[in-house]
């Protein structure tokens, strides 16, 4: 499967209607909460399977240095095929194409032992949103 951008309006409300469907409605969160101030500056990123989009992810600079992975979701029946790693790796090449020096992500407990199959460090327990415990993590990239 293909990571692509999503294009038009119509593809980016789809994109955040996953967002939110998988990441925030099961935290009790409101529709409008997906979003943040960083969307117009950020890469959005999805895969698609039978016309809709099933995994997403986001990548912002914070500055000339670092990049920061967030919003990370794949629909539960296609998770474990490797679709979150297609992300976090396209993610990897833009920000090394960038010359940046490392990636950080603030990884849910339950999702840790993904991230650090893919080369991540936990640095820190950070902070709860709800009952979720959040760890920050990061990984200093290399061109390869």
Do not use: C
């Amino acid at each position: 499967m293909q990571v692509i951008s999503p294009q038009s309006k119509e593809e980016l409300n789809e994109y955040y209607q996953l967002r939110w469907e998988l990441l925030r409605k099961p935290l009790g969160f409101e529709q409008g909460s997906e979003k943040d101030n960083l969307e117009n500056v950020s890469t959005h990123r999805v895969i698609k399977k039978d016309n809709r989009f099933i995994a997403i992810g986001r990548l912002h600079f914070i500055d000339n240095k670092t990049a920061q992975i967030r919003y990370m979701g794949v629909e539960e029946e296609f998770q474990k095929k490797g679709l979150g790693k297609l992300i976090v790796k396209e993610f990897e090449r833009i920000s090394i194409k960038k010359n940046i020096f490392k990636i950080i992500l603030y990884s849910r407990e339950s999702a840790v032992m993904f991230y650090r199959k893919l080369g991540f460090i936990t640095i820190e327990k950070a902070y709860r949103l709800k009952d979720v415990q959040h760890f920050l993590m990061e990984k200093l990239l290399t061109e390869k």
